[in-house]
Every structure is written in C-alpha cells, then in structure tokens.
C-alpha cells in the first residue's frame, strides 16, 4: 500500500480533506471492516509506522488496531 504524502505532509483533496486525514481513514476503514482479515490488517498498521504520516497518525492507526484486536477478544 505505502501511502506517502508530499514533503509538506498535505495535498488537498476533494471535500478539503488532507491526505494524511484521508489516509488514517482508509487504513481505518480497513481495520474496522469483518471483510478484511487479520493478516492484512496486522500488514496495514505495519505499512503505516514505516510510511511518512506523522506520528500522530501512525499512533491512531495503531490505536484502531489495538481496539479491533480488543473487541475481537479469543475469537
């Protein structure tokens, strides 16, 4: 995947969301969803804290994760 915002970190896009906002919600969406399985998510939050998004964001990303895998429990 490797998402990588320009230098400036923003690249406006359509509805005046940021890359790196709309980034976070893809790799959230992702994560969220029953369709994608546990492999693939554990590669999108990997792929995140090698990309360039802030630090900020990468921690959300991981945060969405670690509530995926807390809500999933022993399943």
Do not use: H, N, W
Request: some cysteine.
């Amino acid at each position: 995947m490797g998402l990588t915002p320009p230098s400036d970190g923003c690249c406006p896009l359509e509805g005046g969301q940021s890359l790196p906002k709309a980034a976070i919600e893809v790799y959230k969406t992702q994560i969220d969803s029953t369709a994608v399985d546990i492999f693939t998510k554990a590669a999108l939050v990997t792929d995140s804290a090698d990309s360039r998004l802030s630090a900020g964001i990468k921690q959300e990303v991981g945060q969405t994760y670690l509530s995926y895998l807390q809500q999933r429990g022993g399943k």
